[in-house]
């Protein structure tokens, strides 16, 4: 699913690692992605915890989408930062889920936390 995410990769997000109902994705926060504050952008930051989500739902097999997500920005970010996001599974029933996504400096300082809905499709 990954290598065809041309919007994650395009955006510089690089795969870590996903098996089992988790993911680890990793992003450097550019001078293009900093808003009006010197701050990264919380689209930018979404879209790196959304992807993480992604890779980690969609790690048991059959295609799953987003049902929904939220996120709380607890620190800003700069241009230079290199974020990591760790998305866990908490728990699926039938074809939904629920998965928290921890959005990282490299130097451990929260950014933000996101939470994230999923539906498996049919026939997925």
Do not use: Q
């Not at 089992?20 to 790196?48: C, K």
Request: charged share 20%; aromatic share 8%.
């Amino acid at each position: 699913m990954f290598a065809a995410d041309t919007a994650s990769r395009g955006l510089g997000v690089e795969l870590v690692a996903a098996a089992d109902g988790a993911a680890v994705a990793r992003m450097r926060v550019t001078d293009a992605m900093v808003n009006g504050h010197a701050i990264a952008h919380g689209g930018f930051v979404f879209l790196l915890a959304d992807t993480a989500f992604a890779l980690a739902c969609n790690s048991h097999g059959p295609v799953t989408v987003a049902a929904g997500g939220e996120i709380t920005f607890v620190r800003p970010a700069y241009a230079g930062d290199l974020l990591v996001a760790r998305a866990a599974e908490r728990t699926r029933y039938g074809r939904s889920g629920i998965y928290d996504v921890t959005v990282t400096r490299a130097d451990g300082e929260v950014v933000a936390e996101f939470r994230g809905r999923s539906r498996t499709l049919n026939g997925g």
